[in-house]
């Protein structure tokens, strides 16, 4: 019976969506291969042996592909008829990667394209982000090396950051539900600010619940700011797509939280500075002022009165030209009639008249004799 | 201008305002030969309290010690 399907049907290429796997201890794995053709369900047993297992390993790590439920597959193998029961069941020798992640890549878009018609891709983005997060609640796998990564980097930033944890599946069946129902919860706590949702590396089909639709809008209607640090290099999830921020690992998401704080610590003190520099620049120019107005007061207290002086000796000599006593040591002297009018003019004289003629020193009197004009 | 009784009492600007006053009617032709004499005389005394002030206005100012520049 398997000559006969192997010579039929050797290397015959199947694909289907991969339903429940067990992983064995001798190294191979069974799964299996589920087509849901409009209610009819087939399912294929699957083996995919330890050597063939090894041999496909380079390939699946380079894509980042693991064989867990709910993935789609496009296996090559040969059917086969095993054990006593005859169980016919198909042993795979090769997967095409593109297939996979093709289906995942359109399912992803699906997704995206629904949350953003619904008004919630960027709806997280919208949440409040405090400017000093230091409540943070930590959705994560508990002992985990994302946490322990996580909480190290918090602790080593000297900041006090409280933090509450949620202990969750990060993978696997229920992973998603149980990731969206802690952030549900810790969305609603008063003593939590933001919301940290971390994991470590995996690969593509291990990070498949943070692709999960569920999740996604439970992050996206969290009404606390979500930061991602879902250990992958390349490519982001649904979860940080619609995430206040997403950051490629969990030491870099607790980089991101620190650095908010930090930020507001160094505008608090750049601001700080900038008004001690005001208020000494202020008290400088006012320092200024002062010793100007005392450089000023110096030379000011002198030369005013010099200037008085100077204005008085000015009107004192001008006074002196005006002293009739010194004009009168210098030969001059006023004459008077009888009736004591200065005569100013020849007019004023008549013959015979008395008058008097007042010098420096004294007076004389003396009879005109005669007045010539 | 109204004269004060104690030039003692007479401010430094009334002072020289009065003196300048003085000036320009010693300045004037038609002055009266009679008052010329008193108006000197006022002139003169209104010199002195000028004087007097600044010298004091000097004593007084350099006695005030000023706050260093820098």
């Known amino acids: 019976m398997n000559d006969l399907l192997a010579r039929e049907f050797s290397d015959v290429w199947v694909y289907g969506e991969v339903g429940k796997v067990t992983n064995a201890a001798s190294g191979h794995c069974y799964f299996d291969l589920i087509e849901d053709d409009d209610g009819e369900r087939s399912v294929l047993a699957v083996k995919l042996f330890r050597g063939v297992r090894q041999s496909l390993a380079t390939k699946m790590k380079q894509h980042q592909i693991d064989i867990v439920s709910g993935i789609k597959v496009r296996i090559r193998g040969t059917p086969d008829v095993f054990g006593k029961s005859s169980s016919f069941g198909f042993k795979m020798n090769d997967l095409d990667p593109r297939f996979t992640l093709g289906d995942l890549a359109a399912k992803r878009e699906d997704i995206v394209n629904r949350l953003k018609k619904d008004g919630l891709y960027d709806r997280n983005r919208r949440t409040h982000l405090p400017l000093v997060p230091l409540r943070i609640g930590v959705v994560t796998s508990k002992g985990s090396a994302a946490h322990a990564d996580f909480m190290k980097t918090l602790e080593q930033s000297g900041i006090g950051f409280q933090v509450s944890l949620c202990d969750v599946r990060v993978q696997g069946d229920g992973a998603a539900a149980s990731v969206a129902v802690a952030i549900t919860h810790l969305a609603m706590r008063d003593d939590v600010e933001l919301i940290a949702v971390i994991r470590g590396g995996g690969s593509k089909t291990d990070l498949a619940a943070f692709d999960d639709e569920a999740l996604a809008r439970a992050v996206a209607l969290c009404t606390k700011p979500v930061f991602t640090g879902i250990g992958h290099e390349v490519d982001t999830s649904i979860v940080d797509e619609v995430a206040y921020s997403w950051n490629k690992t969990p030491t870099a998401c607790a980089i991101a939280i620190i650095d908010r704080v930090n930020d507001f610590v160094l505008r608090v003190e750049t601001a700080a500075q900038r008004m001690a520099n005001v208020v000494l620049t202020a008290l400088a120019a006012a320092e200024r002022r002062v010793a100007d107005a005392v450089g000023q007061l110096r030379t000011l207290r002198t030369t005013v009165l010099n200037e008085a002086k100077a204005r008085i000796d000015l009107l004192a000599s001008d006074l002196k030209g005006h002293d009739p006593v010194v004009l009168m040591r210098r030969g001059w002297s006023i004459t008077h009639d009888a009736d004591g009018r200065v005569l100013k003019s020849v007019k004023q004289a008549k013959k015979g008249v008395e008058i008097t003629t007042r010098l420096a020193d004294g007076t004389i009197g003396s009879t005109i004799r005669e007045t010539v004009s | 201008m109204p004269r004060k009784n104690n030039d003692a009492e007479t401010g430094y600007e009334e002072a020289v305002s009065e003196l ?24 003169t005394e209104l010199v002195k309290v000028c004087r007097d002030r600044i010298a004091a206005a000097r004593l007084e100012v350099k006695d005030i010690e000023l706050p260093d520049e820098s």
């Open chain 2, 20 to 43: 300048e006053e003085i000036l320009a009617e010693l300045s004037d032709d038609d002055i009266d030969v009679d008052h010329l004499a008193e108006r000197v005389k006022r002139a």
